[in-house]
């Protein structure tokens, strides 16, 4: 058990419709960061957020947000959804914003299905 | 041409085998990490680095810049080492960097 939660495990929606994945990172965390991965495109790094502030940001696209809260968990918002937005979403935490060296801490994933 | 790519792509092997699992890519970096899927999808950090190698229990991790690869090693590899390994390189510059991630490499152990 990393620490790291994420919910809902399992979503499943209709193309078109929104949803709302939520992360809470480990205790003392203060970075969060986000990731999509589907069968065809396999890891992609989407957007870090540390202490509130957008730290950097990956292949996130235009119809996805995310945000970060002062009780420091974290919400990534998927809109229009389409059939290619199928994939797993995992939130991943660490202790400070140096992502070349502060180890992640990696949730279960939220597997997000489109039908 | 991926800018990360690992070899092999799958990979099986008997109890007690030293594995090896590389990576290559093709723009300058500034770190490399590896990771570990396990067959339930959990995934966890195990290196960082961005010069020379480093260990933990049976794993090392090599880099060599001027190559652009590194590879992982597993010695005395057992049933619980099966897994999904992927390596993700780091480019920093300025306020943002960007994060690529390979393919993966599926080991199974067998017993």
């Known amino acids: 058990d990393s620490g790291v939660t994420q919910t809902p495990k399992h979503l499943i929606t209709a193309t078109g419709q929104r949803v709302t994945l939520r992360c809470s990172p480990r205790s003392g965390d203060l970075s969060v960061y986000w990731y999509q991965q589907s069968l065809d495109q396999g890891l992609q790094f989407l957007i870090q957020?540390?202490?509130?502030?957008?730290?950097a940001k990956g292949n996130i696209l235009e119809r996805f947000s995310a945000q970060q809260f002062p009780d420091l968990h974290s919400e990534l918002n998927l809109s229009s959804l389409e059939l290619g937005d199928s994939a797993l979403y995992f939130c991943?935490?660490?202790?400070?914003?140096?992502?070349?060296?502060?180890?992640?801490?990696f949730g279960p994933g939220t597997r997000l299905t489109v039908l | 041409k991926n800018e990360v790519e690992q070899s092999p792509q799958n990979l099986t092997a008997q109890e007690g085998e030293f594995i090896t699992i590389n990576c290559s890519y093709s723009v300058g970096i500034s770190a490399l990490h590896w990771l570990q899927q396990h067959p339930g999808g959990g995934i966890v950090s195990l290196f960082m680095?961005?010069?020379g190698k480093k260990k933990h229990g049976r794993l090392i991790a090599t880099i060599n810049i001027q190559e652009k690869h590194s590879s992982l090693h597993i010695t005395a590899s057992h049933p619980r080492d099966s897994a999904v390994y992927i390596c993700?390189?780091?480019?920093?510059?300025?306020?943002?960097?960007?994060?690529?991630f390979g393919k993966g490499t599926l080991l199974t152990v067998n017993p």
């Open positions: 957020y540390y202490n509130g502030e957008e730290r």
């Open positions: 991943a935490s660490s202790v400070g914003t140096n992502i070349r060296t502060d180890t992640q801490y």
């Open positions: 993700a390189v780091l480019n920093s510059g300025g306020s943002n960097y960007k994060l690529t």
């Open positions: 680095l961005s010069s």
